[in-house]
């Protein structure tokens, strides 16, 4: 049983790097840079159309919340989807990141710094 529900598990992360990195490729990125760590999410900010020094807001605690939250709805606009999709990315982005990576959304362009 916990063989199964170890695959299970191997399997799911699979989907999520790879819907990551699809998201990553359509925003004219590297797809390589999904699977580095802190790098992933400065590129993400870049296409949110974040500044990049809010990688350090990522780093405290409470705040980091937040940010997560904005900059999913930043990168759900960036691809032409809603606010309740950029929710959706980070609070269930094993689910959304897959969706957004592998449907028919194309990246349009960062929206505007706020």
Known sequence: M???IGLLYLAIIVLVIAGFWKV??????????AIVPIYNVYILLKIAG????????????IVSLVIAILVSID??????????FGVGLALLGFVFYPILGF???EY????PLN
């Open 50 to 61: 974040k500044p990049g020094w809010w990688l350090l807001l990522f780093f405290i605690p």
């Open 24 to 33: 990553f490729v359509k925003a004219g990125h590297p797809g390589w840079a």
């Open 75 to 84: 990168v759900a606009k960036a691809f032409g989807k809603g606010a309740g």
């Open 108 to 111: 349009q362009s960062a929206p």
């Open 2 to 4: 916990g063989a199964v």
């Open 103 to 105: 449907g028919d959304a």
